[in-house]
């Protein structure tokens, strides 16, 4: 399938009826299954990506099937395409793409997402790091880099998305990080 146009997730309190409302979605409409696992604290995440129309459907049907155990779900329409790379954790810096350091964190795996789009859309940046919820007590982890001009701005678009939805842990922006604080990526 080719990089989805939409991403959507839904973050459950109970594993089994992630199970069920996983089924259900993956039923309702033709979309990729792009994370479906526990994360920390006994919870189950599923993040699916496709067409605008497939993943709003997908989501629903997880939502009314997964009821009173939903935590968080969003549908990102018009995803920007560096979210999936850093999701995957497949992005690889080089010594020279190494600027200012942002990290946003958030108390959902479901609410990075949302705050990784927004930043970037928001600003000049490289998202390098999407770190969902595993080995995080179940909060979501965003990393970016860039000019410091660019990371305040990616940080204070991700951070305010967050805040809205009554996530944000912490916004940090660092003008010139030591190079060990890059050194699992380069």
Known sequence: MATPKSVGAIEFSSIGIGYLAQDEMLKAASVEL????????GKYLVVVGGSVSDVEAAIQAGAKIGANAVIDQLTVANVHESVFPALGQSVALHAEEMGALGVVETFSGVSVLAAADRAAKAARVTLFRIHVAMALGGKGLLLMTG????VRAGVEAAAD????RGLLVS???????????FADYL
Not at 147 to 150: A, E, G, L, N, P
Not at 161 to 164: D, G, T
Not at 171 to 181: A, G, K, N, Q
Request: hydrophobic residues 35%; neutral net charge; charged residues 30%.
């Open 171 to 181: 916004e940090i922006v660092i003008p010139r990080p030591s190079r060990e604080l």
């Open 34 to 41: 792009l994370i479906a696992r526990t994360i920390c604290s």
């Open 147 to 150: 000019s410091v001009s660019d």
């Open 161 to 164: 998305e967050a805040r809205s």
